[in-house]
């Protein structure tokens, strides 16, 4: 059986990365739309890339109003700054919010209407040009065809999907994320780990997805925790910044599983950090799902070197099981009540959580049978 394999249709990486696109950013259009949020917007970063679009003449109005995981509510906002100045292409610069912003406001762009009408529908277009630059490790948004945006009135995490969402050009300096906090290199980190687990574990893994997913996964338990610890360690960062983009080729075609279903309602209803609330999850779902893809799993452990060839399947996956819970502890990981969500909030919003799981379709993926009961049961663990 044949398979197919999307990622961005230009990728440039290193120190310098913004300034070597310098052409390729002048091909894309006259006028920028430069997405991102206000604390991005007053850091060096930003200043190189305006720096740089001075110097190619090319002209950019600045949306900064991306506060927090974006809303409808902020695309409304950026779709109103892209035609008030007349743009014909997008940058965005920053985290996942600011990136999965700018697919939002571009899909908009293309298509009208509201972001809820294309909830389990395919997005396609005349979409303008993308520019995706990351300043974390770990969303992988630049490499994917996917964007989460919360419906404000149903307090739903929209996943939103189609192949033109997929940015055509990824600008990766792991310079950027020098510096960035503990806590949000451990959110970010852990979101791609999750996304390199998740896709390996897919029903719809394949053999390219299979080699980007065992490199982010060596690569993240190899550096994330010398990330967190030391955020001006240049070679963890670097290691990084890679790992966060072949996890995100490898969701942009395996998808995700379990982990990020039930992931997308505690955030929409707690907010929650999208990459915290996978982390929250991220040892029970995987626990639950091991019996599904056991050989996958124990390759896993394998791979980062808590088992060997000679151990059985069973114990390689516990041991990988068991490595997961020690990372998410390095990076200081809260549980539910200990981030200071109410319990008894949390296990009243347990019935929508659960059917907002399933209505998303990725617990679908998971390569063992997940039903409501379980998906309950498994945000009661939580508690």
């Known amino acids: 059986m044949s398979t197919e394999f999307l990622m961005p249709g230009r990728v440039i990486t290193g120190q310098g990365a913004v300034r070597s696109a310098a052409a390729q950013i002048a091909a894309c259009g006259k006028r920028a739309l430069i997405v991102t949020d206000p604390v991005i917007r007053n850091l060096p970063a930003f200043r190189e890339l305006t720096a740089v679009l001075d110097e190619i003449g090319v002209a950019y109005a600045v949306f900064s109003d991306v506060t927090g995981e974006p809303t409808d509510r902020m695309i409304d906002a ?226 980062i070197g808590v088992a060997t060839a000679a151990d059985r399947d069973e114990d390689a996956a516990d041991r990988f099981i068991e490595a997961l819970a020690e990372i998410c502890r390095t990076c200081k990981v809260p549980g539910v009540v200990e981030y200071g969500i109410d319990a008894d909030a949390f296990r009243a919003a347990i019935p929508k959580m659960t059917h907002d799981a399933l209505a998303s379709g990725s617990p679908a993926n998971t390569q063992r049978e997940v039903t409501a009961e379980d998906i309950a049961a498994l945000y009661e663990s939580l508690l």
């Open 78 to 303: 950026g779709l109103a700054a892209y035609r008030g100045a007349d743009c014909d292409f997008l940058i965005a610069i920053g985290g996942g919010s600011p990136m999965d912003s700018m697919k939002a406001i571009a899909a908009l762009t293309a298509c009208g209407g509201r972001l809820r009408d294309y909830m389990g529908k395919e997005i396609a277009g005349d979409f303008p040009k993308m520019i995706a630059i990351p300043t974390t490790a770990g969303t992988g948004s630049e490499a994917t065809r996917f964007t989460i945006i919360t419906d404000v009135e149903t307090n739903v995490k929209m996943l939103l999907k189609g192949e033109q969402l997929i940015p055509d050009m990824a600008i990766i300096d792991p310079a950027y994320s020098m510096g960035v906090p503990p806590a949000v290199t451990a959110a970010t980190g852990l979101d791609a780990l999750t996304h390199a687990v998740e896709s390996y574990t897919s029903k719809k893994a394949q053999p390219l997805t299979d080699a980007m997913a065992l490199s982010a996964v060596r690569r993240v338990f190899r550096s994330l925790p010398a990330a967190f610890s030391d955020g001006s360690n240049a070679a963890a960062r670097e290691d990084m910044a890679i790992a966060a983009f072949e996890a995100g080729v490898a969701i942009n075609n395996a998808s995700v599983t379990i982990v990020h279903g039930m992931s997308r309602p505690i955030g929409a209803l707690f907010h929650v950090a999208h990459g915290l609330s996978n982390a929250m999850l991220l040892s029970p779902c995987i626990a639950f799902a091991k019996s599904g893809a056991l050989a996958r799993f124990a390759d896993l452990g394998r791979v």
